[in-house]
């Protein structure tokens, strides 16, 4: 079992930086595939960033390349989302998920087994 809680979610104006932080409890090893999701009122929940938990490797999707970076603090059982350069269309309530194993489509919920309660991020431009 895991369980993921998210913290740093607010209201921030465009162009602005946010970092989001999930602090990870239970199992987690060098096995673990963490991913950050969103999702904004009206849409599919959406892949945004993951990372190989320990060892490090990282994926992000097209919209967040460059602005985005995910993280680890290995000792804390934290990874974090650094938000820069936000955009008002990427506003929606940000999700932490974890799986016991690297997952072949990192951005695909369905690939992940746990996840956290969400955080809400807003931009305004």
């Known amino acids: 079992q895991v369980q993921l809680v998210e913290f740093g979610g607010g209201s921030v104006q465009a162009g602005g930086s946010l970092r989001l932080s999930c602090a990870a409890s239970?199992?987690?090893?060098?096995?673990?595939?963490v991913g950050w999701f969103r999702q904004a009122p009206g849409n599919e929940r959406e892949g945004v960033a993951a990372i190989r938990y320990g060892v490090g490797y990282t994926y992000y999707d097209d919209s967040v390349e460059g602005r985005f970076t995910i993280s680890q603090d290995v000792d804390k059982r934290t990874v974090y989302l650094q938000m820069s350069s936000v955009k008002p269309e990427d506003t929606a309530m940000y999700y932490c998920?974890?799986?016991?194993?690297?997952?072949?489509?990192?951005?695909?919920?369905?690939?992940?087994?746990?996840w956290g309660q969400g955080t809400q991020v807003t931009v305004s431009s």
């Open positions: 998920a974890a799986a016991n194993n690297w997952v072949t489509y990192p951005l695909r919920q369905g690939e992940y087994t746990y």
């Open positions: 239970g199992y987690i090893d060098s096995r673990t595939s």
